[in-house]
């Protein structure tokens, strides 16, 4: 027989399940200078002009609307201006016209391929990292000239090559590699912000 169920034990539970994800990621040099390397050249890219795409299924969606809006809107300096972010899925039209003419898997590369340009950058937040939406988004961006981002769980071997910079939280577990997405993505909006400012 089960036991009942504890809300204050999961909720210890998740916390030290966070705290364990958090204290890998701390302890990784590979994904730190990542992160680095992330933010510095989407400041730079922002700084000679470039606009900065993101993109997500389910929670990385709400994930990717979250960052662009720190960038758009002030994050922690209420008086810089507001940075080019855009978060793809979010035109209606668009994005249901192309699943009903062409299919789910291009809704963001479609609109990447019309909006991007060389020079630009792409964050693509996927907790499996292989979702065929983003994986063909992250085709777009190679062959686009745009600097692209992917930010996702444990590595896999059959990850998308075209990626240019992957930061794999490690971890399997959805929540927890969302949790980390969220904190890297604030750093990494934290930088940009700093280095974009004038």
Not at 128 to 136: D, F, K, V
Request: net charge negative; charged share 15%; aromatic share 6%.
């Amino acid at each position: 027989m089960n036991e009942p169920f504890d809300p204050a034990r999961t909720l210890m539970a998740r916390l030290a399940a966070t705290g364990d994800v958090l204290a890998a990621v701390q302890s990784d040099a590979t994904l730190l200078t990542a992160t680095i390397q992330a933010a510095t050249r989407t400041a730079a890219a922002i700084n000679r002009g470039g606009t900065l795409f993101l993109c997500g299924n389910g929670g990385s969606a709400g994930e990717a609307t979250h960052l662009s809006g720190e960038l758009i809107g002030p994050f922690l300096n209420k008086t810089r201006r507001p940075l080019p972010a855009i978060a793809l899925g979010f035109d209606v039209s668009a994005t249901s016209a192309v699943a009903n003419d062409f299919s789910f898997d291009q809704i963001f590369a479609r609109q990447l391929d019309a909006l991007a340009r060389p020079g630009d950058v792409l964050w693509a937040l996927s907790t499996s990292g292989r979702s065929p939406n983003i994986a063909q988004a992250l085709d777009v961006a190679a062959a686009r000239g745009v600097l692209s981002v992917l930010l996702t769980g444990a590595t896999h071997p059959d990850l998308p090559t075209t990626a240019e910079i992957i930061l794999a939280v490690p971890s399997r577990e959805t929540p927890r590699i969302q949790e980390l997405h969220l904190i890297l993505g604030h750093f990494m909006c934290e930088v940009v912000e700093a280095l974009c400012y004038r």
